[in-house]
């Protein structure tokens, strides 16, 4: 079955998607809360894009260069670590636009959301707008050392 078609089967409430813990396999980082990820279910490869569950990060599409700038640092922090590797991963709804699926990563254990809030690389997001980022915020993730991070 083609991965449209089975993507719109999941997405089918008649059919149900099961939201569990997957061993997953990061294809790529997007940004730092969106990534492709692949995974089985039943022998079958599935391939969706997963917004990480309760933060916000930068966006690289920003107008403004800062958090560009910001963006792109915690981007290749993030592929550096998980980019090609296997990571355990908790699905737990489709989002509001339902072309994602929403969920955690966990490295080595530890919830990944966590490690990028502890490290301010990242705001708490509950759904409602966002906030903006200060300029405060985008120059101390673009001078972060991230060989100092605890995975």
């Not at 409430?13 to 997007?30: R, S």
């Not at 969706?48 to 966006?59: A, I, S």
């Not at 922090?77 to 990563?105: S, T």
Request: net charge positive; hydrophobic share 35%; aromatic share 12%.
């Amino acid at each position: 079955m083609p991965d449209a078609i089975r993507l719109r089967c999941l997405k089918n409430k008649k059919y149900g998607f099961p939201f569990k813990e997957y061993k997953v396999f990061v294809q790529e980082v997007i940004d730092g809360d969106t990534y492709h990820i692949t995974f089985l279910i039943e022998s079958t490869p599935i391939t969706l894009k997963l917004r990480l569950f309760g933060l916000d990060t930068p966006e690289l599409s920003s107008k403004n260069l800062l958090e560009k700038q910001a963006a792109t640092k915690v981007k290749n922090i993030l592929v550096r670590k998980l980019e090609g590797k296997y990571c355990k991963c908790e699905l737990i709804k489709w989002d509001k636009y339902g072309g994602r699926v929403v969920g955690k990563l966990f490295v080595n254990g530890k919830s990944l959301t966590d490690t990028l809030l502890t490290y301010n690389l990242a705001k708490a997001y509950e759904g409602a707008s966002k906030e903006d980022w200060t300029s405060e915020e985008l120059e101390r993730m673009i001078s972060f050392n991230s060989d100092r991070m605890k995975w």
